[in-house]
């Protein structure tokens, strides 16, 4: 869901009791244990950084306003709010009676102190970038409080939902930082039990919720790194979901007596990514027509069928379809070896050219298998690839450096608007770009200030076909995230929502 803002002049009264969830009709019953690859590094909120972090959080805490398990934008602690004409000041008003896991009253000193902590320098926040519009707090009654804005900032909320926890002040205060990251206290739809680091971490239905109880009693995530375990332990009943399966296993999977497969979009886009922008002043990837050659080189939907086992979705561009309305009349570049080799030679470069390509192994599926089928699809028409195969740590750590001139990445939605892949991912000041183009730079800057959301889809659609014009990178495909699952398992994720919400999750005999 969204919100048609308008500015200026206009005073907006969001109010939405309508599609607040009610609480569940019976007792939460049975124990859903989940198996990811991996673990939060913290359970404080305001420290949060990995997908399993923003997993954990959003079973665990809630904001003024939240994604929900539908994936729309809802108001949560808060139960309006009000935009002042000029778009720097929203009032809202907080719902009455909400507890934290404690049993403690939410109150307006709660969200000050929750909302000041998290864009305190300090706090060394992972998600500041997200809320750094913030000025300041107020309190205006124990029932309302006021956020103003340094700048406008038209998707506030969208930012909000994903880096606007709460947590009890009192609490905090007497436990203190680490003793909070180790007994985290929340308002959300379950209440945290006990962690094995390195094993998992076990929840309970928090029968006191506001809004929705689950549906399930305990809830356990266990970590389990090894792709065949957690195989193992889906055909074993150990565990009634299993996360990020490789795509290799999908037939072992759906093989198993009881169990079923999910491929769930993820509303992550995949590209090569050129350096223009911090590479050699001599860069062949510097010539527009070079790079729309090497977009003709790739066979995306070999590579989709031969290594990603079907787990994937070809896009023209920078848009992920799960989460973004896309230009249906934009069509990814044609796989035609014959036209790049012929645009290689109209660009001066007949006989090819050889680059270094750096792909990381580990850190995206299959990256290894995807980087070696991507480099022969270059090699075959003339551009000679040496490719660097480096550790996860190793390649993310120097991928700062910049000077990578070709590299295999992805961008992973988060905020629902392709703002965040924009700021962070394209524009030229942007920490993770390698690109620069000061027409797209200044549409980007536009898009800050555009409320409407059809009027966003269309100026985002604009930077799209730019960027598409451009050849800005190699556009590839928006990947899907494969679940194995018990048939008792009763759970769907919202495509394009890569973390996992089991409020609604529920098991059948």
């Not at 266990?222 to 490789?246: F, H, I, K, N, S």
């Not at 796989?335 to 006989?351: I, S």
């Amino acid at each position: 869901m969204t919100f048609p803002f308008r500015f200026p002049g206009l005073v907006l009264l969001l109010c939405l009791s309508l599609i607040v969830p009610t609480a569940a009709l019976s007792a939460p019953t049975g124990k859903l244990t989940v198996a990811l690859p991996s673990e939060p590094a913290t359970l404080d909120p305001h420290k949060s950084s990995t997908r399993y972090n923003y997993t954990f959080n959003s079973n665990m805490f809630e904001g003024l306003y939240i994604r929900n398990d539908k994936a729309e934008l809802v108001p949560a602690l808060a139960e309006s709010v009000t935009v002042a004409p000029d778009g720097l000041t929203y009032t809202f008003r907080l719902r009455k009676g909400v507890k934290f896991h404690d049993g403690s009253v939410m109150s307006a000193d709660d969200v000050k102190f929750s909302m000041d902590r998290a864009i305190d320098p300090a706090t060394k926040n992972p998600l500041l970038s997200f809320i750094k519009s913030i000025d300041k707090v107020d309190i205006v009654n124990p029932d309302t409080v006021t956020i103003k804005l340094k700048e406008r900032d038209a998707i506030f909320l969208k930012k909000l939902a994903f880096a606007g926890w709460i947590i009890p002040k009192k609490y905090f205060q007497s436990v203190g930082e680490d003793g909070f990251a180790k007994k985290p206290i929340g308002t959300g739809p379950f209440k945290f039990v006990s962690r094995s680091i390195n094993e998992q971490i076990e929840m309970e239905a928090n029968e006191m919720h506001w809004g929705w109880v689950p549906k399930v009693k305990t809830l356990v995530m266990r970590t389990v790194p090894e792709d065949a375990v957690r195989l193992a332990m889906l055909q074993t009943g150990e565990a009634d979901v299993v996360a990020e399966m490789p795509p290799p296993l999908v037939d072992r999977i759906s093989a198993i007596r009881g169990v079923k497969t999910l491929s769930h979009p993820s509303g992550e886009i995949y590209w090569l990514v050129f350096n223009i922008k911090d590479g050699a002043k001599d860069s062949p990837l510097l010539n527009q027509k070079v790079r729309r050659a090497l977009n003709h080189a790739i066979d995306r939907q070999a590579i989709i069928g031969s290594v990603l086992k079907n787990q994937a979705v070809t896009i023209a561009g920078v848009l992920a379809p799960s989460v973004a309305a896309v230009d249906q009349n934009l069509k990814p570049y044609a796989y035609d070896p014959a036209l790049a080799k012929r645009m290689l030679a109209e660009a001066g470069y007949p006989n090819g050219f050889k680059i270094d390509m750096f792909s990381s192994v580990g850190r995206y599926t299959l990256d290894k298998d995807v980087s070696l089928a991507l480099a022969n699809n270059l090699k075959a028409v003339g551009v000679e690839v040496n490719l660097n195969l480096w550790e996860s740590s190793k390649w993310v750590a120097d991928l700062r450096k910049k000077y990578y001139p070709l590299s295999y990445q992805a961008f992973g939605n988060t905020i629902f608007d392709p703002e965040g892949l924009m700021i962070f991912g394209l524009h030229s000041n942007a920490f993770w770009s390698f690109y620069k183009n000061e027409a797209v730079d200044k549409m980007i800057d536009e898009s800050l200030k555009i409320g409407d959301q059809k009027e966003r889809d269309q100026h985002f659609q604009k930077i799209e076909k730019a960027l598409y014009d451009d050849a800005s990178h190699i556009f590839l495909w928006e990947s899907k995230i494969l679940f194995g699952m018990r048939d008792k398992v009763n759970w769907k994720p919202e495509p394009g929502d890569n973390v996992y919400k089991f409020w609604n999750a529920s098991l059948t005999n």
